[in-house]
């Protein structure tokens, strides 16, 4: 789950990290009272999506009226989809120098991997693209984590040097440790500015915590701003849900299942509207999981892809058929079913007149015929 | 063998189709309930207790995602060599933790989030459905669960048996990756061709086929779900998330190619494309 910049910074700020002096505001009255004496600032949309500075998303302000005018402009601004909730209002920094410090995963090893660079302010990738030398790379290993030495030579390396060295250092170490103790899959300061004054200041802040891990951390939100309104229905259900822009409604059990269902589905020419799986955890939930699935009114027909598992199929089955006698079931349906409790599902659903193969090939040809009729 | 959380829906469950498969296992743990059996399988409070009183190879993990590490690392600190994590909805950290255990132990960890692995005709350990494994010589080794019966099947429908049947898993850190697999089916001499089940997200298919391309000692045929996927979304497996160009379906199907693995479009040809290299 991704923090918003503000959020990310208080997480920041909290352990240790020095942030500009500003706060966020949702309305102009609130920006106002957050201006105060600052002066000089910068506006920043609060969005979950990158590239918000070329989107327009950030402006300046040198009075209160700049301020109501930029703070006007950018609530409701829509970036890359995403309609600005609030905005972040800072002091504008004496900047004399931007590095870049990160932490992430590793994947293959599951190692810690801490990132620094001189040369901050540019998109991380777009940094790697560019000048891959100048970014200084550290594996390490998480039972043992980050020490203070290896943060400076690791800035060393960066060709950070002097006051700033021991400075960015402590910050590096910090980050790490919230890193850690957050359950982060990412922390990273982007730039970490060096101010004309010597002191060191995180002037944006991004951080992403494990979906798997965000319930044992009570302190952080706890609900996915990510998600559109039925992506977030779904996650109350502990449904995997992903919208898409076709005509099929696609359920199915087992993310690999479900990747491959559209993968047969264009092999025939039809277009996945949207993609919900329930897993090894929600199996039970088959008849919530379609409801959600017939909300998205591009819906034309449902294709269900079962393979019996942890999740069985005579319990998916059963979930299916409650739906259809509740006469929730909307569209035409067909569904594919092999594996744990097939035999037994498919007896549940053929007594429902619901077209029913075990070769999912056949039943995504007959889907996509059936949507294409519509 | 140990099941670790035997006394659980699933626990019970599946010991039971692993008893059938003809799987030993000696030993279930689950803390309090010691003295209980499991399908005649004797319960412990603790792994040591478990060792006490077994010889144990491998343990299969069933217990729930948040209490994985603990059960993970106190099968490794006991000494055991082989630990198959089933559960789905491990926190990351945790996995990286397990993972670096296993490295100091030298133990092998397969998991999370995985089927688990089938040696065919002789045991299984996991929950894959084995009504679609025959016995053979392709090793195939896979990140999804369901996907892993569909390859499986179409194997089998193109004459070609298993030798061993792996699901790493389909989280983004794994105690096994591709790479590890792919070394042991190396060595395997049961084994004359390799099948993998790869999907978008994460190097672990382009660092497998960078040691292929160097060595090509086995002939190997891949299929990668999710070319399909939209970009920046989570399709359940946590490992599965497309970000810019990083871990596409393209990359990883160009990296394979370039090695000699033969690339199917859809999960049924591999068996096909097998049949032809061997």
């Known amino acids: 789950m991704r923090l918003f910049e503000y959020e990310a910074k208080e997480v920041f700020a909290k352990n240790g990290i020095p942030i500009p002096k500003g706060g966020v505001a949702t309305t102009p009255a609130e920006a106002e009272g957050v201006y105060g004496d600052l002066g000089s600032v910068v506006v920043k949309s609060q969005v979950l999506v990158g590239g918000r500075g070329k989107a327009g998303g950030i402006k300046f302000a040198d009075t209160p009226a700049e301020l109501k005018e930029s703070v006007a402009a950018l609530l409701g601004f829509e970036i890359r989809g995403f309609k600005v909730g609030s905005v972040l209002i800072e002091e504008k920094l004496d900047i004399e120098k931007e590095l870049y410090v990160g932490v992430t995963v590793e994947r293959s090893q599951g190692k810690a991997v801490v990132l620094a660079s001189g040369k901050g302010g540019i998109d991380i990738e777009e940094l790697a693209r560019n000048y891959p030398d100048q970014i200084v790379k550290e594996l390490i290993d998480v039972r043992r984590g980050l020490r203070p030495y290896e943060a400076a030579d690791i800035l060393r390396r960066a060709g950070v040097s002097g006051k700033a060295l021991n400075r960015a250092a402590g910050i590096l170490v910090k980050l790490y440790d919230i890193f850690w103790a957050y359950d982060a899959e990412v922390t990273e300061i982007n730039p970490l500015v060096v101010t ?64 491959t269902t559209l993968d047969i589905l264009r092999y025939y020419g039809g277009e996945p509207a949207n993609f919900l799986e329930v897993s090894g955890r929600t199996y039970m939930k088959a008849e919530e999981a379609i409801q959600i699935v017939l909300k998205n009114p591009n819906v034309k027909a449902i294709f269900g892809n079962f393979f019996g598992s942890i999740s069985r199929c005579d319990v998916i089955a059963k979930g299916l058929a409650e739906a259809i006698k509740k006469g929730k079931v909307t569209k035409p349906m067909v569904v594919s079913m092999r594996g744990n409790g097939a035999e037994e599902g498919k007896k549940i659903l053929r007594a429902l007149d619901v077209p029913i193969y075990e070769n999912d090939q056949i039943a995504g040809e007959k889907v996509v015929e059936l949507a294409k009729r519509g | 063998m140990l099941i670790q959380g035997i006394t659980g829906n699933e626990g019970v469950f599946h010991t039971r189709l692993m008893l059938d498969y003809g799987t030993k296992i000696v030993a279930g743990v689950t803390p309090g309930k010691y003295g209980e059996k499991v399908h005649g399988v004797p319960v412990y409070d603790t792994v040591k207790q478990a060792l006490e009183n077994h010889e144990i190879d491998a ?23 082989t630990v198959v994590v089933i559960t789905e909805g491990v926190p990351m950290h945790d996995s990286m933790i397990i993972k670096s255990e296993a490295r100091e132990k030298g133990a092998v960890v397969i998991g999370p989030n995985t089927p688990g692995l089938v040696s065919v005709d002789e045991c299984k350990l996991g929950i894959l459905d084995t009504h679609h494994v025959e016995k053979g010589n392709i090793g195939v080794v896979s990140r999804s669960g369901t996907l892993t019966t569909e390859i499986t099947a179409g194997l089998v429908g193109a004459g070609l048996g298993q030798s061993t049947v792996v699901g790493i898993g389909g989280d983004g850190v794994i105690g096994s990756t591709f790479l590890d697999v792919y070394k042991m089916f190396e060595k395997d001499e049961g084994t004359v061709g390799v ?52 871990g596409t379906a393209e990359s990883k199907i160009q990296a394979l190619t370039e090695a000699g693995v033969k690339v199917g479009d859809v999960p049924w040809d591999l068996g096909k494309l097998m049949a032809e290299l061997i």
Request: aromatic letters at 4%; proline letters at 3%.
């Open chain 2, 195 to 246: 099948a993998f089940v790869g999907e978008i997200g994460g190097t672990m298919e382009e660092e497998v086929a960078a040691y292929i391309g160097e060595r090509r000692t086995k002939p190997a045929v891949a299929f990668i779900a999710g070319r399909n996927v939209p970009e920046g979304k989570r399709l359940g497996h946590a490992g599965a998330i497309v970000e810019g160009t990083r």
């Open chain 1, 196 to 259: 004309k004054d010597g002191s060191l200041v995180a002037a944006d802040a991004k951080m992403n915590i494990d979906d798997e891990a965000v319930g044992r951390h009570p302190e952080v939100r706890q609900e996915d701003s990510f998600l559109t309104e039925l992506e977030k229905e779904a996650r109350t259900h502990n449904l995997g849900y992903v919208e898409m822009g076709g005509t099929i409604g696609v359920i199915g059990n087992g993310a690999g299942l479900n990747m």
């Open chain 2, 59 to 81: 343990s299969g993990v069933f217990v729930p995602g948040i209490l994985c590490k603990n059960a993970a690392l106190e099968a490794l600190d006991g000494g055991v060599k």
